[in-house]
């Protein structure tokens, strides 16, 4: 093919490639300050009615943000323009301190149907590796749990949280999303969604597009090669 041909061929292949953006989830944005904070749920395994949810922190600005915002570290660590002042000391003050493990309990809970878990939290230790496992004790044996997540999402909106569950059950919260089932074996919960499965149909299905696309125009390209030979 003529350069003029190639050129057309890859305009749209890039046509299409914008026009199927929306259609591919978009890997769990993070929130304006780094990487995404991460919960992780896990059912046990000796007692039904028993849930973990495991909390880490995105990044240690957001740890530290957090702390400023629970009066454990002072105001000034945070900068006119928005830059934080963070210390190594800032995750072991924040752990060791029931206002965090209040937080916690408060902006993450687990109810099983219309019922209420109680729950507490284990002893934090190296809580920007290792983050903040809270226990939930439900009040008898948990087929479907709804947890919801609210961490940092007082602080800013944006905040988003990866979650993952047994059998590679996934989800992404957010401040307008901030409620899931979870279910012990995997299968699908009442309104639950598999985004592993939905994001590789949607990106197989971008994928056969851009090919068909490809065929098409390389196609037409040696159509009107053809008549300008016989020219």
Known sequence: MHRQQYALVAAVVAGVVAGSVALVPVPASAHPFGDPQTIAV???????????????VGGPDDLTLLGVSLGLLPRDRIHADGTVDVQYTDPGVIGAAAAF???LLNRVTVTDGSQACTATVEPVRALALKGATAVYTCPGPVATASVAVRMLTDLNPAYKTLATGPAGQRFVYDSGTDTH?????GASAPGGTSLGRSAAVQLAVVIGGLLLAAAFVVAVARKVRRRQVAA
Not at 42 to 56: K, N, Y
């Open 181 to 185: 089932d979870w279910t012990p074996t």
């Open 101 to 103: 493990t209040g937080y």
């Open 42 to 56: 896990a059912f046990d395994s000796q007692r039904a009615d028993i849930v973990r949810v495991t909390w880490r």
